[in-house]
């Protein structure tokens, strides 16, 4: 056998070995997920029989709408519900990165502490959902892999949105008011919060009575598959 004839063999051996990666990557769940724990074990310095799967959803193709007559394909990536120290949490897959909301219960406090200290201490709640985590990840540059402390608040608050952004939703709390004076004060509240984060992004402030907060009007993430986090349009 000549040198040619073995370059070209090794070259479609090579090539036939990336397909199958290639094709066990994005249809195995037993590959995409053991690529999940393993990312958990590194992340959280932990052993792989502390994550107990708890449920999943495996990719597929399907046709998304995205106007009243436009259709496209669009795929939907593998996304895993983990339990880790009693806690049910979500890892999903995005442009082949996987990121989890493991600490989504923290950053929330951690923000909600910030802008009570930092605008108005009547603030009494902020809420994400994973892909809050993941648009702050990539918008910053950090590794998937980054684990939050209580100083990285303001820097989640600015980076939680995608380019476009989307409101995210605080809960303030007011022992009295008119209700003719939520609007005012809902406007105001996001102001105030712009102008100490140099944002022009536009909070959705609910005024609420209650010194808990008011989730009442969000899609809350426990229970839901967050599905359009892993989906991407196929051209």
């Known amino acids: 056998m000549t040198i040619k004839k073995r370059i070209i063999i090794a070259v479609l051996i090579i090539l036939s070995v990336i397909c199958a990666l290639k094709v066990l990557d994005l249809s195995s769940y037993s590959f995409v997920k053991a690529r999940a724990v393993n990312y958990l074990c590194d992340k959280y310095d932990a052993n792989k029989d502390e994550f107990e799967l708890v449920d999943y959803k495996h990719s597929k193709l399907y046709i998304a709408s995205s106007g009243e007559w436009v259709q496209h394909l669009a795929f939907s990536d593998f996304s895993f519900e983990f339990k880790y120290k009693d806690k049910n949490f979500f890892v999903n ?3 082949g990165k996987l990121y989890d909301d493991y600490q989504i219960d923290d950053i929330e406090k951690w923000c909600t502490e910030w802008l009570k200290e930092n605008v108005d201490e009547n603030i009494n709640g902020i809420a994400f959902d994973s892909i809050s985590i993941a648009n702050c990840l990539r918008r910053t540059n950090m590794t998937n892999k980054h684990v939050f402390t209580e100083d990285d608040a303001e820097i989640f608050i600015i980076n939680c949105y995608p380019k ?33 984060l140099f944002s022009d992004e536009q909070f959705k402030v609910g005024i609420t009575v209650e010194n808990d907060m008011d989730r009442s009007n969000l899609k809350w993430k426990y229970g839901n ?11």
């Open 93 to 95: 897959r995005y442009k």
């Open 164 to 196: 476009k952004g989307y409101p995210t939703y605080i809960s303030y709390h007011l022992e009295n008011f008119k209700e003719d004076e939520r609007f005012e004060i809902s406007n105001s509240i996001s102001k105030a919060i712009n102008d100490r």
């Open 225 to 235: 598959w967050i599905v359009d986090y892993s989906v991407s349009y196929v051209k």
